[in-house]
């Protein structure tokens, strides 16, 4: 009776193991139906503070298990239609307290004539100052951006220019010779130009390479492969276990 009762259990422990299992790979897959309700009512309360003006309709969403996001469809009613149709933008969710990802309103309105031109500006005179104190620094990349008609078209790059998000910036340098203690010393360096410039920024990135034969003395011409990576964001401060080395 005894065997009987304890093959039993295990029986069930093992149904509800499988249970559990077959639930998770679901919810990895598909969502699950609280986390589906909430990102539906973080984009609908996103959309009425946003975009008050327009009539927006929500499509249907789907979930994206790739990038662990729900996806959505939103179309403007009453909006001038493109040959008969509605425009619609895609929007993204997620995140364990849900939180718009991507807006596909303010993607399709940004000016990228403008931007182009001020990240390029932005880069120019990063990397002018960031070599001064890390002679390594061979690219910089100034990722912005700007909503239509939020500057003047004749906007000139300064760092007191009023942009509605921190900028994104991504340094590549030359890995010879470097240890995981040195690139942290580049990244606090790095970090102290941005603060003292008085730049808003969110995060950045180091690329610390091993440059390949064709890189010239700026590194353009070619980059060879990554040897470290850091990472930090504004206020934050990296050390040498903060940085990863990367293998072929």
């Known amino acids: 009776m005894k065997t009987h009762k304890k093959r039993k259990g295990m029986y069930i422990a093992l149904l509800v193991l499988l249970g559990l299992l077959v639930g998770s790979l679901y919810n990895s897959l598909n969502g699950n139906p609280l986390s589906k309700w909430l990102a539906g009512r973080e984009l609908q309360q996103f959309l009425a503070e946003h975009y008050p003006e327009k009539r927006l309709r929500i499509e249907k969403g789907f979930y994206n298990f790739k990038f662990k996001n729900y996806e959505y469809r939103v179309k403007e009613i009453g909006a001038e239609a493109d040959k008969g149709e509605l425009p619609e933008y895609e929007f993204s969710v997620g995140g ?45 990349t100034v990722q912005l951006e700007v ?23 991504h340094v590549v340098t030359d890995a010879a010779g470097a240890s995981k203690q040195q690139i942290a010393e580049a990244a606090g360096e790095i970090a102290a130009v941005l603060d003292a410039g008085g730049y808003d920024y969110g995060h950045v990135t180091i690329n610390a390479n091993v440059m390949d034969d064709k890189a010239g003395k700026d590194g353009k011409d070619g980059y060879g492969y990554v040897k470290y990576v850091a990472r930090f964001d504004k206020g934050g401060k990296v050390s040498a276990k903060d940085v990863e080395e990367v293998t072929k």
């Open 147 to 169: 909503v239509k008609g939020q500057l003047a078209e004749n906007a000139a790059w300064t760092p007191s220019l009023k942009l509605d998000e921190p900028l994104y910036i």
């Open 96 to 140: 364990w307290i849900p939180q718009v990802k991507v807006d596909g309103i303010r993607s399709a309105n940004l000016d990228m004539v403008l931007m182009e031109r001020l990240s390029g500006e932005a880069e120019a005179e990063l990397q002018a100052a960031f070599a001064r104190r890390v002679p390594a620094v061979r690219e910089v």
